[in-house]
């Protein structure tokens, strides 16, 4: 009878380590996960931390602009949760297959992937073979492998109204040129950097036509954008945000023609623009995508005017919290002013802007916020 009953205890304690087994899970890390979580509940996820990747193209995260705000955004995720971990990648070419074989080379290795960047839209199968593996795609929605756009559950995708920053660079770069003559310079003709340069017309434009500036737009013809569907868009595009040299001649070329204010969104071949601007003495540049004032320093003074601006940084934050707690749910996010994620830099210290164009321009950015102003962008549909 003891017998039986010892071998009873056994059966029982093994039913109770099954039903245990069955109703906890384990995460990627090894981390206990309930399975009865429901999404948005805030129960913690990866409690042992989050193993992270950026995948950047061709500039890595060191390039003081569009990458390094992203990366920024993951170092503040990190302060918080110091168990976490970030793991810079860089695919140097820029080129769209190597920029997705740069994600698949790692994907089993890391929890989330960040990729920065228009050519990382080809991410969408990679994604759906991977649903472990949570995805932030800055800049691009994901796309089929006939090019066009889904929604994929584990891949949040954000883009932003960045012709609503283009034109407030364009209103500022109206308001304070003083030879009449302002351009934007930008890296390659995607629709992000397309969208900062009708933006920025737009805001000349508007400024011309409301407050009577009368500045004028400079385009040299042979470095007119061509854009990912074959059309020439004008303006002044380098062709690469990592070609420092052939930025330099692009602004030696516009100031050469009076330009006296550029917007740059050139990446790290904006950095050519700016060393053409300081060598000038009488140029001021207007940064792009992030504040740059502190980028640009020569000798005691500063050539940024002011910045262009979109929120990355907060919005790939807010994005990994949702992965750490369990709320994290795939979208095509369309990004601007009504969730302060567009605008420009006008933090005392960090413009050199006369108080008379804030004003204007904070007054023009409210009828941009609540639809009253609409700049020109490079999707119609918006």
């Known amino acids: ?21 069955v109703g906890c899970g384990k995460s990627k890390n090894g981390n206990v996960e309930s399975s009865g979580t429901e999404s948005g509940s805030g129960q913690e996820i990866y409690m042992n931390g989050m193993k992270i990747a950026i995948v950047s193209s061709p500039s890595g995260v060191d390039d003081n602009g569009f990458n390094k705000n992203i990366y920024d955004g993951i170092l503040a995720f990190i302060a918080d949760n110091p168990e976490s971990s970030i793991t810079p990648v860089k695919e140097p070419s820029g080129d769209v297959a190597s920029a997705v074989q740069a994600v698949a080379d790692i994907v089993a290795d890391y929890d989330v992937i960040v990729c920065c ?8 199968e990679l994604a759906e073979d991977n649903p472990e593996v949570s995805f932030i795609l800055v800049d691009s929605y994901p796309v089929d492998a006939s090019g066009n756009e889904v929604v994929v559950d584990n891949i949040y995708a954000m883009l932003f109204k960045e012709q609503e920053s283009g034109f407030c660079a364009g209103m500022a770069a109206a308001f304070e040129t003083k030879s009449g003559k302002v351009a934007v310079v930008n890296g390659v003709a995607y629709p992000s950097n397309v969208n900062y340069q009708y933006g920025f017309m737009s805001g000349v434009a508007y400024a011309n036509e409301q407050y009577g500036t009368s500045a004028e737009i400079v385009e040299l013809p042979s470095y007119a954008g061509i854009d990912s569907k074959g059309n020439s868009v004008g303006g002044n595009y380098v062709g690469s945000f990592s070609d420092e040299a052939t930025g330099k001649v692009v602004g030696q070329a516009l100031i050469d023609k009076g330009c006296d204010v550029i917007f740059v969104v050139a990446g790290a071949s904006g950095n050519g623009v700016f060393t053409a601007a300081k060598e000038a003495g009488n140029v001021f540049c207007i940064g792009g995508d992030v504040d740059q004032f502190d980028d640009v320093v020569s000798g005691s003074s500063n050539i940024i005017l002011t910045s262009g601006l979109k929120m990355m940084d907060k919005n790939v934050e807010e994005q990994l919290h949702k992965i750490k707690n369990g709320s994290f749910q795939g979208e095509n996010a369309l990004l601007g002013a009504d969730t302060d994620s567009t605008g420009y830099v006008k933090a005392s210290g960090r413009h050199q802007l006369s108080e008379d164009t804030i004003t204007k321009m904070d007054e023009a950015f409210v009828k941009v916020k609540n639809g009253e102003v609409v700049p020109a962008t490079a999707n119609p549909e918006e």
Do not use: H
Not at 1 to 21: G, P
């Open 1 to 21: 009878m003891k017998r039986n009953c010892k071998n009873i205890m056994v059966v029982l304690l093994c039913v109770i380590l099954a039903v245990i087994s």
């Open 117 to 124: 960047g228009f050519q990382f839209a080809g991410i969408a």
